[in-house]
């Protein structure tokens, strides 16, 4: 089998994912590859059907070869799943963690703000409300810690507009703010100097979240069974890591 990454087009790591090709066509067993591309939208096809020949320059690019290149990208995309999974898993609970044990234990109450003293932007608002209202038709009690794990990705990767309604003083004395919490969210992201006074820069925290945004925007389109080679993440050497680098 010819393979669609040869001379190198695409780099490492994906290069060496080509090579489980052959172990995915042995499983599906396919013989005729038009019966495996005719329920393909044209649109879906095209995609890998114009790379290959524009950015691969394959030139006339055979229905095996485009068949193999939409594996190959289903193969990529099952791996960084994977670690998109253990990164929204990792965030999701970090930001718990901090913010039960620095707020409130119900912090995600919205009949209770007045004691957790935390304020939710009208988007946290309705998607704690949406949760809720699955765990409802699922007879489930809406508890802190199951709208934790029910919440979308959207709510946690916009943390930061989460405010907080304690006065200066007790913020002061109780350090509640996220210029505290967030070298516990993200303890490997690269800081200059000391830490709160780096998260206290506005810059910064949304460089972060620029971080977070990118691993939602992969997120969501592989869950909507998507190709992710063509994505890039603007990345600036001296002030951000790689997403994956961050939480672990």
Known sequence: MESICYNNKIRSPEVGLCNLINCTRYIVNMQDFKLALKDFSHQRTATYTNFLKNELEYGQCTKQQVYDFY????????????????I????RNRINNV?????????LNLDNTNTTKIYFKKYHEDCIR????????KNQHPTNSRLVSELTVGFWVSFNDIG???????KNDHKIAWKYFIADIVPHYPTRGDV??????EANVKKLIKVLKFIQKLRNRIAHHEHIFKQEFKH????EQRPT????
């Open 99 to 107: 913010l039960i044990n620095k707020v409130h234990h119900d912090w």
């Open 164 to 170: 907080f309604s304690y006065t200066r003083r007790e």
């Open 71 to 86: 594996v190959w990208s289903g193969l990529v995309n099952s791996v960084f799943w994977q670690c998109i999974e253990r």
């Open 245 to 248: 680098r961050i939480l672990v």
């Open 130 to 137: 949406g949760t809720i209202e699955i765990l409802n038709r």
């Open 88 to 91: 929204e898993i990792i965030l």
């Open 236 to 239: 600036n050497r001296q002030s």
């Open 196 to 201: 709160t006074r780096f998260w206290s820069k």
